[in-house]
Antibody, heavy 120, light 108 residues
Framework: QVQLVQSGAEVKKPGASVKVSCKAS????????ISWVRQAPGQGLEWMGW????????NYAQKLQGRVTMTTDTSTTTAYMELRSLRSDDTAVYYC?????????????WGQGTLVTVSS | EIVMTQSPATLSVSPGKRATLSCRAS??????LAWYQQKPGQAPRLLIY???TRATGIPARFSGSGSGTEFTLTISSLQSEDFAVYYC??????????FGQGTKVEIK
């Protein structure tokens, strides 16, 4: 079965960077893309971007352009999301999610989430 | 960017009754609309995609309808496990995919 296991909670200071990992199993990693979605405390869902695990192509939300980088490591079937120049409003739970299908690039299978807290 | 607007913000429904949730897109998105359910402390779960196709394992009491700019999620007979927050998401134009602000379904 499809499983996405994310790295543990992080506490960072403003201006620092964070890199969240998402270990995938139960399917052919390079056949599906991975989206990243975040959720600030008590708030709704915000799509951050998407990466193809096949060729590394990315689409990022414009508001995060220049601060976010999504990558994959096919040897370890792991996706990564790095966010730089952290601010307090980056405090959120960060989710990775696999595409629903080969032709539908929406979050169909979700990781458990990683809480990132940005505080001085 | 396409703006998704959900209504109402909170819906109070008695168990066993029908719940109807609405989602409106700021421009036509054809049928490229998904619905997610999220319970406290959990990741979202995909319920519906293509506006009306249930995802694997989703009970038949969940149904979706609509196209263009107006969409509806109906839960025909609310069970205790259905009380949660529901989000719609468009995937017609990207980036970005955009979500609605959510509708909380609570026990009346």
């Amino acid at each position: 079965q499809v499983q996405l296991v994310q790295s543990g909670a992080e506490v960072k200071k403003p201006g620092a960077s964070v890199k969240v990992s998402c270990k995938a199993s139960g399917y052919t990693f390079t056949s599906y893309g991975i989206s990243w979605v975040r959720q600030a405390p008590g708030q709704g869902l915000e799509w951050m971007g998407w990466i193809s695990a096949y060729n590394g192509n990315t689409n990022y939300a414009q508001k995060l352009q220049g601060r976010v980088t999504m990558t994959t490591d096919t040897s370890t079937t792991t996706a990564y999301m790095e966010l730089r120049s952290l601010r307090s409003d980056d405090t959120a739970v960060y989710y990775c999610a696999r595409d629903l299908s080969l032709v539908t690039a929406i979050p169909g299978y979700w990781g458990q989430g990683t809480l990132v807290t940005v505080s001085s | 960017e396409i703006v998704m607007t959900q209504s109402p913000a909170t819906l109070s429904v008695s168990p066993g009754k029908r719940a109807t949730l609405s989602c409106r897109a700021s421009q036509s998105i054809s049928s490229n609309l998904a619905w997610y359910q999220q319970k406290p402390g959990q990741a979202p779960r995909l319920l519906i995609y293509g506006a009306s196709t249930r995802a694997t394992g989703i009970p038949a009491r969940f149904s979706g309808s609509g196209s263009g700019t107006e969409f509806t999620l109906t839960i025909s007979s609310l069970q205790s496990e259905d009380f949660a927050v529901y989000y719609c998401q468009q995937y017609n134009n990207w980036p970005p995919w955009t979500f609605g602000q959510g509708t909380k379904v609570e026990i009346k």
